[in-house]
């Protein structure tokens, strides 16, 4: 169904108000959540910055923006937007001659992939168990990706942080492909005969567009940023935001480069480890993920590195080989890792809902504390600052977190005997996926045990 076919929706999508509404309010808190994170109370449970970030605002990332609306946040997230307004010069209105400040140069070819967004990702993984809890390490990450996206926005043209940097962006945009919304050019046909490309280039309609990204050759969700320049610049009405069903992009897989599927291990391995460093019962393992720079942390870390990296992939080619072997393909086998790999975002994304359900609800009640006494100076704004600390809903928990992770394995599963589909033999299709789906049954079962 075509969302912009009402009116209401596509005038409150093209209308820039609301849009700049909601970026001065989650700028301001999220400059409250640094200030609360380098002034108020080191202790974690009680400070906004922490409480705010990494319960509220990633509950609502993890367990409706992305399922729902894919790259949705990436619409109004505070972080990049002062850079635009330097870019271009402008707060509101794209219409007069005013120019930015910045050298506007283009983003090195080299370095024109994922892999330093992979890396960020990581490196933020790998410091979670810190980041999570200490207030300070909290707001000197918010306030690195404010500064590192703002420096960037003065060199570069257009969101080199967002598109290439963001370890957050990275995250959406690789689930952003199971959403049941996308933004896609009408007719293609129009597109081609139209010459100065406001939707790439910019008019007095509006910006061109800050990803980078040509409407027309939108395949699939993960490098659209869901801004509307281009519905706002399109002379021939010809874009549209449209739902269609769960997990479209995946389903028929267009991606051929090894840095789009090493995202997909490393955010489900993320997912395990933090389950296993944050709720599972190891002490020895929590104390090492909390000890950095002592000789027990290194050892977590190597092993961490090692098994994101080198394990599990290695785990999941030998599954597509055995594949191979079955099918007797003759597909090159790095053409089939990186295609089966698509495999592992459903169920990578269902992991971290059943992850968030368990660390979001136990830490929930916490939100109205910090709200009222949001630096932990005594203070009682709102009079729930002395309430108690309450796990919601600890009797349906594992339930929930079982059915959403046989929803991810069934999904996989399904993905994956779309990606196998053979015209000639429905058989030939379920034993080509049939290893990749053993790899994630064990997978998933992992998850159930961590988790539960």
């Known amino acids: 169904m075509e ?28 400059v409250i959540a640094i200030l609360a994170g380098f002034i108020g109370t080191p202790v974690g449970s009680r400070n906004f910055g922490i409480v705010f970030v990494w319960i509220a605002w990633w509950a609502i990332l993890i367990l409706v923006a992305v399922p729902f609306l894919g790259r949705g946040w990436c619409a109004v997230c505070p972080i990049p937007v002062v850079g635009d307004w330097m870019q271009r010069g402008k707060l509101l209105s794209p219409e007069g001659d005013s120019k930015g400040i910045g050298l506007n140069l283009r983003w090195p070819k080299r370095l024109n992939n994922i892999w330093i967004q ?21 707001a000197a990450i918010l306030a690195g990706m404010l500064f590192v996206a703002f420096g960037l926005s003065l060199v570069f043209e257009r969101r080199a942080f967002c598109r290439y940097v963001c370890p957050v962006g990275g ?21 081609a005969t139209c010459k100065d490309k406001p939707c790439y280039n910019g008019s007095e309609a509006g910006y061109g567009c800050p990803w980078g990204v040509s409407p027309s050759g939108l395949a699939k969700n993960t490098a659209c940023g869901l801004c509307m320049e281009c519905l706002r610049t399109c002379p021939n009405d010809n874009i549209a935001i449209r739902t269609r069903p769960f997990g479209a992009d995946i389903y028929k897989p267009t991606g051929k480069r090894l840095d789009e599927a090493y995202k997909a291990f490393i955010m489900l391995g993320a997912a395990l480890i933090y389950a296993a ?18 000789r027990a942390w290194f050892g977590y870390a190597v092993a961490f590195l090692v098994f994101i990296f080198a394990l599990l992939p290695l785990l999941f080619l030998l599954a597509v080989q ?3 072997l079955i099918t007797r393909s003759g597909t090159a086998l790095r053409k089939e890792f990186i295609s089966h790999s698509y495999t592992l975002v459903p169920l990578g994304l269902m992991a971290w809902v059943a992850f968030s359900l368990s660390f979001v609800l136990t830490n929930a009640s916490y939100i109205p504390i910090s709200l009222s006494d ?22 349906v928990l594992p339930v929930l977190q079982i059915g959403v992770l046989i929803t991810g394995l069934v999904w996989s599963v399904h ?10 033999s429905r058989q030939a299709a379920m034993l080509q996926a049939l290893p990749v789906a053993g790899f994630n049954l064990l997978v998933t079962v992992g998850l159930m045990i961590l988790l539960l």
């Open 118 to 138: 992979n890396i960020a990702f990581t490196l933020v993984a790998l410091f979670s168990s810190l980041i999570l809890t200490t207030p300070l390490a909290s």
């Open 277 to 294: 460093v944050l709720l599972g019962p190891w002490g020895e393992l929590k104390l090492a993920a909390y000890q950095i720079g002592s």
């Open 322 to 324: 055995i594949s191979r």
């Open 374 to 395: 949001p630096f932990g100076w005594g203070w009682n704004l709102f009079g729930t600052a002395t309430l108690e600390w309450t796990p919601y809903l600890s009797a």
């Open 3 to 30: 969302l912009t076919r009402f009116p209401i929706i596509k005038s409150i999508l093209k209308s820039r108000w609301p849009q700049l509404v909601i970026f001065a309010v989650f700028l301001a808190g999220f």
């Open 415 to 424: 993905t994956g005997l779309n990606i196998s589909a053979n015209p000639f």
């Open 171 to 191: 995250f959406i945009g690789l689930y952003s492909q199971t959403a049941p919304v996308e933004l896609r050019v009408t007719n293609k046909t129009i597109c």
